[in-house]
């Protein structure tokens, strides 16, 4: 794990879903790119609703920027009664009792808040939280689902700010809705040139 070895065996994985050519959100917002209508890959697996169910019930945290908290207010609240920590500079209306305000450093985020209680750790975004979290060397884990659509314009998931960083490549999902999975593990000198 990256640069929090000597705190926890608690895990954070970063989890984005992004199109083809980079992006997670379109302009406008809409999420319409996001469902899986029409497309078939029959090599692909699919996933019942009892293991999607058991797999989120394993999750036990997530941490998200101020405007992806606020786009999955009005979208309709996918995060259940997980606890939820929203990261924001701003007072904003607590709308759920599992949800939880941060502003500050977010090693110490981590390391005195989170890691002491919850194990399964996931960040979902926005890019601006996830390119944070990832210069600091703060993740364990990157799940990077690919939709199969090219948007051509919206909000990139890297706009180029991060240094270079190898990772390792753990393991690829095909879905048969055409959606991949790809799930990487920090390399080791990720972990050193991060921590030095
Ligand atoms: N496709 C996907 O998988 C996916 C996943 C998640 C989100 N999204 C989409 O991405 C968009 C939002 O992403 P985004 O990059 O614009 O925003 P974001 O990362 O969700 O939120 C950015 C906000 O988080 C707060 N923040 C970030 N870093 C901070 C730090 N170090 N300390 C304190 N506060 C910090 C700030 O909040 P304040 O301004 O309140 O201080 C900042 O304005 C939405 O459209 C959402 O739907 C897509």
């Not at 996931?122 to 948007?151: C, K």
Request: proline share 3%; charged share 25%; with cysteine.
């Amino acid at each position: 794990m990256s640069n929090r070895e000597n705190v926890t065996a608690s895990k954070v994985t970063l989890h984005m879903v992004s199109s083809l050519d980079g992006f997670i959100a379109r302009k406008d917002n809409t999420v319409s790119w996001l469902d899986a209508e029409g497309s078939v890959y029959e090599a692909g697996v699919s996933v019942s609703e009892e293991e999607a169910a058991a797999f989120v019930k394993a999750i036990d945290c997530y941490v998200l920027g101020s405007r992806t908290y606020e786009h999955a207010l009005q979208l309709g609240w996918p995060y259940g009664d997980t606890p939820t920590v929203v990261v924001t500079g701003r007072k904003l209306p607590s709308a759920r009792k599992s949800v939880a305000f941060y502003s500050g450093d977010l090693k110490t985020l981590l390391d005195e808040k989170l890691a002491p209680r919850y194990r399964n750790i996931w960040l979902v975004g926005g890019a601006m939280l996830s390119q944070r979290f990832l210069e600091l060397g703060l993740v364990d884990e990157i799940r990077l689902t690919i939709a199969p659509v090219l948007l051509g314009d919206g909000l990139r998931l890297f706009n180029g700010s991060l240094a270079e960083q190898r990772w390792d490549l753990k393991n690829v999902v095909a879905y048969k809705n055409g959606f991949v999975e790809l799930s990487y593990s920090a390399a080791e000198d990720v972990r050193i040139s991060v921590e030095s």
